[in-house]
Structures are given as structure tokens and as C-alpha cells.
């Protein structure tokens, strides 16, 4: 499968969620917007999607390994 990165931009669900919204985006890797808009609405702390584009990746070539140290 290819993957495509994606910057999403959402409303994070706080308790005054209504009055004062915390709006925030992050990069995520899908196939395509519905499966990144899948896998982002199951995420509890999301209140709303706001939008999902495809972007360019930032950096390229990197592996993170869990056993590195930092």
C-alpha cells in the first residue's frame, strides 16, 4: 500500500469546549482523507475534525528504533 501524509486540524475536547475552543493540527500517514479521517475519529480526545489535507512529508528517510537512546 502507499501512504500519504496528511495534516489534520481539529478541536480538542476540553470541558469548555463551547466557550473557548483549543484548536490544534498535527501530521499523520493513510492512504487517503477517509482513512485518516477514520482512524482520527476514534480518538477520544477529538471534538471535531476541522480539516485533512494532503501535504508533503517534512523529512524523509527517517527510522526510529525503540531501542535507541535519546
Do not use: C, H, R, W
Not at 466557550?19 to 485518516?36: H, M, Q
Not at 471534538?47 to 524523509?60: A, D, G
Amino acid at each position: 500500500m502507499n501512504y500519504k501524509e496528511f495534516k489534520v486540524i481539529a478541536i480538542m475536547d476540553t470541558e469548555d469546549v463551547q466557550e473557548n475552543p483549543l484548536v490544534f493540527d498535527f501530521n499523520i500517514s493513510g492512504v487517503d482523507e477517509n482513512s485518516v479521517g477514520m482512524t482520527v475519529s476514534k480518538m477520544k480526545s477529538i471534538y471535531k475534525i476541522v480539516s485533512i489535507e494532503e501535504t508533503t512529508p517534512t523529512k524523509t528517510g527517517e527510522i526510529y528504533k525503540s531501542d535507541e537512546k535519546m
